[in-house]
């Protein structure tokens, strides 16, 4: 009675062998599955732009109103021909590019409200007032009446009125 040793495999074996393969094809299908749900490869790379909007600016045409010219808040006297005056349209120029600080109040010392640019026009609402050695003028802008200030007369041109 001789018995073959080594030459059978048993059944418990196979089974095991052919549940270990499945387990291991199983864990590559979710793997690559899993993969493909990360980093969709049809998606275009992240980039950062820049865009920048150019600021608003002044036109040099002004349509004035028709109401009657308001009298002077500070000044009494008449205003000679060609002088700025309450009522009257000015522009910044001469700050060459820095621009011109519009004020609380007249005063080198008083705070700084917003800063105006070269060519920006403005209506004279107050002034003339004399202080720390120059003469101030009260503008606002025709566009935004919360653009209101104080600004000294040598950073402003008076705007001529246009005869049709």
Request: net charge negative; charged share 20%.
């Given at each position: 009675?001789?018995?073959?040793t080594?030459?059978?495999?048993?059944?418990?074996?196979?089974?095991?062998?052919i549940?270990?393969?499945?387990?291991?094809?199983?864990?590559?299908?979710?793997?690559?599955?899993?993969g493909d749900?990360?980093?969709?490869?049809?998606?275009?790379?992240?980039?950062?732009?820049?865009?920048?909007?150019?600021?608003?600016?002044?036109?040099?045409?002004i349509?004035?109103?028709?109401?009657?010219?308001?009298?002077?808040?500070?000044?009494t006297?008449?205003?000679?021909?060609g002088?700025?005056?309450?009522?009257?349209?000015v522009?910044?120029?001469?700050?060459?590019?820095?621009?011109?600080?519009?004020?609380?109040k007249?005063?080198?010392?008083?705070?700084?409200?917003?800063?105006?640019?070269?060519?920006?026009v403005?209506?004279?609402?107050?002034?003339?007032?004399?202080?720390?050695?120059?003469?101030?003028y009260?503008?606002?802008?025709?566009?935004?009446?919360?653009?209101?200030?104080?600004?000294?007369?040598?950073?402003?041109?008076?705007?001529?009125?246009?005869?049709?």
């Open positions: 009675m001789n018995k073959q080594g030459s059978k495999i048993h059944i418990l074996t196979i089974l095991a062998g549940l270990l393969a499945g387990i291991l094809i199983a864990l590559i299908v979710l793997m690559i599955k899993l749900q990360e980093a969709p490869r049809d998606l275009p790379e992240p980039t950062a732009e820049l865009t920048i909007i150019p600021a608003p600016t002044q036109t040099q045409v349509n004035l109103p028709t109401d009657p010219v308001q009298t002077p808040t500070t000044a006297e008449s205003v000679p021909e002088a700025i005056a309450v009522g009257a349209y522009k910044v120029t001469g700050t060459e590019g820095a621009g011109l600080r519009m004020r609380t007249p005063g080198t010392s008083s705070a700084i409200m917003f800063v105006a640019m070269d060519e920006e403005f209506l004279v609402i107050g002034g003339p007032e004399e202080v720390d050695g120059y003469v101030w009260q503008l606002e802008a025709p566009y935004d009446e919360s653009r209101t200030g104080w600004s000294a007369d040598a950073f402003l041109t008076l705007i001529e009125e246009q005869q049709p």
